[in-house]
């Protein structure tokens, strides 16, 4: 075997932060702030800061610009910040400027929610942990002439080539494509992209910086330039070009690699692709050793090492047929090889696998020179010939419409993309452990082969063999197991969202926020896939107040649109809706997500197994109408002894009319996000919770919850949790008893 001493110091050098960061020893590159910084940010107003723009980038209605060596002043107070990352309105901010801002200070918010976007962490990975929100900038000292500011120019011109060559969406997948620009990319297109498994072609990864770049090198030793200058040239363009696509992580370890590759050839050596991959990543991580936590790097290493270790090993014959149906082969198997390095992956950081995958990569693969190379000599011809530009692209334009229409095709089969939540770390690391111990067997096996009969090929018990233990590996990954009863409440800001499970049985409960953006999106369907929840037995909407509501129009639209592979049967609403005008735009949404609507008024029962639901409240009565928060849906469940009770915004006459009907409840999902006007004494005696968890913004501009609310709770003697200090709030039934966790909290309490 080949000795390959980079590939052990990077491999010891990557344990050494794991082991770091296991013990609790800060990883150097990780920033902090100083306590005048603190300070400003608690005090939540305007201060003035000047600094100087090294980076930007392109968003779709705004810009973000990287800034550094940073002075912050407010009143008479000052501090110095290394690196600030600003957003604003303009996108015409030169790179190099000295800009002076007056705006606000905001930490990136660290998730409430179990598979929630952790923007704490995407910051820190780029050094920076404190967002500015500007409200006025001033250019103090332009730049204009600097290579970075020629290459943003230059990017931006080549995107509006683009848009004039090609039809809108895409213009928005080339951008992103052979830019790293994603701003003008369809929401829709990028996501057939992903739940096809191709939306890794929207990134500017090593297949477009290999093809680029070894299209340059070819080109330079047409022109007899020999092969040294070649390989000088077309490393220097690879690197300005991941300069001018904004230098991504995947870019990087490309553009680092390419380097390696030239740098062989220029001195004579053979290029090792293993060796170059240790040799990147460990220049990454002594940058940033947070990279290593990162789903970007371990995504774009892992398709490497798929590529380049794991395929010889399991498909040694791979690449030495000369057909057509050999090459369709030797695609296969070098997807399988990649597929079984990053499923472990792609389940921790995205939960979900496109389960067809292989068909749409077996058309982009083979192509995707035919639309690159077209596009960048479009592109540049754009400059001087419009006309010729149209015909130079018009192959690119034809593969892009087909990528989308597979893409979408492929997307729309019922079963095409698998929600199988966040697997726990021992299952990732059993995989991996597994999958080097085969992949060790097999190499040994390799090697007596070739000694014995100079072969290098697998009969067909070893191929099955390996396959049979892949399939064990991956059913320990995905093994997974329903709690008896559970219910979580999760963080949404200013709203309510809820849902209750008893085995394979999902009930959803309200869903909306007025404090977040796109709550349905970005907090409670990532949260659903991370649980591995594929199907919603049915949503309960407990009054159509926009902070209970807009969360589920969201998801009842990503379900029309194709954009979640998540499946719901049934929306309930209070039976005063009926007819009305507030239920229109949620029966329309539920009738093109192909949901059957039906409503709820007390008396009726829901059951599941020992689960059963009774609706307590409200009656069919006009006076909700108006009066919609006293019209809430009141939720009681049982299991097995165990009575939870949801709210909704109960209040007034409808929380009068509860008090006719209320009993003991073990579980209070307190009504209104905690306002003092609900939940009063009286309903509090007859209820008696023993939990109460109430759902709300702090600090918010209601004041939720209201100190008065909160006496009265532990008056009654329950014990209180709240979604701002504990994010989402979990409670489950186990061998009969509860248990109670806040994700925010590393306690778990037992009653």
Not at 394 to 407: E, M, Q, S, T, V
Not at 427 to 442: A, D, M, R, S, T
Not at 500 to 506: A, T
Not at 680 to 693: G, K, Y
Request: hydrophobic share 45%.
């Amino acid at each position: 075997m080949r000795k390959r001493p980079m590939c052990l110091i990077s491999l010891i050098f990557a344990l050494g932060i794991c082991l770091m960061r296991m013990t609790g020893v800060p990883l150097w590159g990780t920033p902090v702030l100083s306590d005048d910084m603190q300070n400003f940010i608690q005090s939540q107003k305007q201060v003035q800061i000047v600094g100087e723009i090294r980076n930007y980038e392109k968003k779709s209605n705004s810009a973000g610009y990287l800034l550094c060596d940073c002075t912050v002043k407010r009143a008479e107070s000052e501090a110095v910040c290394e690196r600030l990352y600003m957003l604003f309105e303009a996108q015409d901010l030169p790179i190099g400027s000295v800009v002076h801002i007056l705006g606000t200070l905001k930490v990136p918010e660290a998730p409430g929610n179990p598979g929630q976007f952790d923007a704490k962490s995407y910051y820190e990975t780029k050094g920076i942990c404190c967002l500015v929100y500007a409200d006025e900038v001033t250019i103090l000292k332009k730049q204009n002439r600097n290579l970075p500011e020629v290459l943003r120019k230059l990017r931006e011109a080549c995107g509006r080539q683009m848009e004039v060559l090609l039809p809108e969406k895409e213009a928005g997948v080339m951008q992103a494509m052979l830019l790293g620009d994603r701003s003008a990319l369809d929401d829709q297109v990028n996501a057939y992209y992903q739940q096809a498994g191709i939306v890794h072609v929207l990134s500017v990864s090593g297949m477009h910086l290999s093809l680029l770049g070894m299209g340059i090198f070819h080109l330079c030793g047409i022109l007899r330039l020999g092969r040294k200058k070649s390989a000088a040239i077309s490393g220097t363009m690879m690197i300005l070009y991941g300069i001018l696509t904004g230098c991504h992580t995947a870019t990087v370890r490309a553009m680092i690699m390419f380097c390696a590759a030239m740098g062989a050839r220029i001195i004579g050596r053979t290029y090792d692709a293993l060796s170059a991959l240790a040799l990147a990543s460990t220049l990454m991580l002594a940058e940033q050793p947070r990279l290593l936590f990162s789903g970007g790097f371990l995504m774009s290493v892992g398709a490497v090492l798929g590529v380049v270790l794991v395929c010889p090993i399991l498909f040694p014959e791979a690449g030495t047929g000369k057909t057509v149906w050999d090459k369709v082969l030797s695609a296969i198997r070098v997807y399988a090889a990649v597929t079984a390095v990053i499923l472990p992956l792609c389940a921790w950081f995205y939960y979900e696998i496109p389960l067809l995958g292989a068909l749409p990569n077996l058309l982009t693969g083979p192509t995707l020179a035919a639309v690159l190379l077209p596009g960048v000599g479009a592109c540049l011809m754009g400059f001087f010939n419009l006309q010729a530009a149209e015909v130079l692209i018009f192959p690119a334009r034809i593969l892009l419409k087909c990528y989308l229409a597979a893409a979408e095709t492929i997307s729309r089969v019922p079963g095409s993309v698998w929600i199988c939540g966040q697997p726990e770390i021992y299952q990732v690391w059993g995989y991996y452990c597994i999958l080097i111990l085969l992949l060790l067997v097999l190499h040994v096996k390799q090697k007596q082969r070739r000694e014995e009969e100079g072969k290098n090929q697998f009969d067909t018990i070893q191929r099955t063999c390996s396959m049979f233990v892949l399939f064990v590996a991956a059913l320990f990954l995905f093994w997974r197991t329903t709690p008896e009863f559970e219910v979580t409440v999760l963080d949404v800001g200013q709203g309510d969202c809820i849902e209750v499970r008893s085995g394979e049985f999902h009930l959803l409960i309200d869903g909306g926020s007025s404090s977040v953006s796109k709550v349905g999106t970005y907090r409670i369907l990532p949260w659903l896939r991370q649980q591995g929840i594929s199907r919603l037995d049915g949503i309960v909407i407990t009054h159509p107040d926009e902070d209970h509501i807009n969360g589920i129009l969201e998801i009842m639209n990503a379900i029309a649109e194709g954009k979640t592979a998540l499946r719901v049967k049934y929306l309930f609403l209070p039976i005063w809706m009926k007819n009305g005008e507030a239920e229109i735009p949620l029966i329309s949404s539920a009738q093109s997500a192909g949901i059957v609507v039906q409503y709820l008024q007390a008396g009726d029962q829901l059951q599941n197994g020992k689960l059963k639901l009774t609706v307590l409240h409200p009656e069919d009565n006009e006076y909700y109408l108006e009066h919609t928060n006293a019209g809430s849906i009141v939720l009681q469940s049982e299991y097995e002894g165990f009575q939870a009770l949801f709210t909704g915004d109960l209040e007034g006459v409808g929380e009068d009319a509860l008090k006719r009907t209320a009993q003991h409840c073990d579980f209070l999902k307190v009504a209104h996000h905690g306002s003092a006007n609900s939940t009063d004494r009286e309903l509090l005696a007859l209820l008696e919770p023993s939990i109460s968890v109430f759902s709300c913004e702090w600090p918010g501009k209601y004041g939720h919850p209201h100190r008065e609310l909160l006496e009265r709770l532990w008056e009654s003697g329950s014990r209180v949790y709240g979604t701002p200090s504990c994010g989402a709030v979990t409670v489950w039934r186990k061998s009969g008893h509860t248990y109670l966790r806040g994700f925010l909290s590393s306690e778990e309490f037992t009653f």
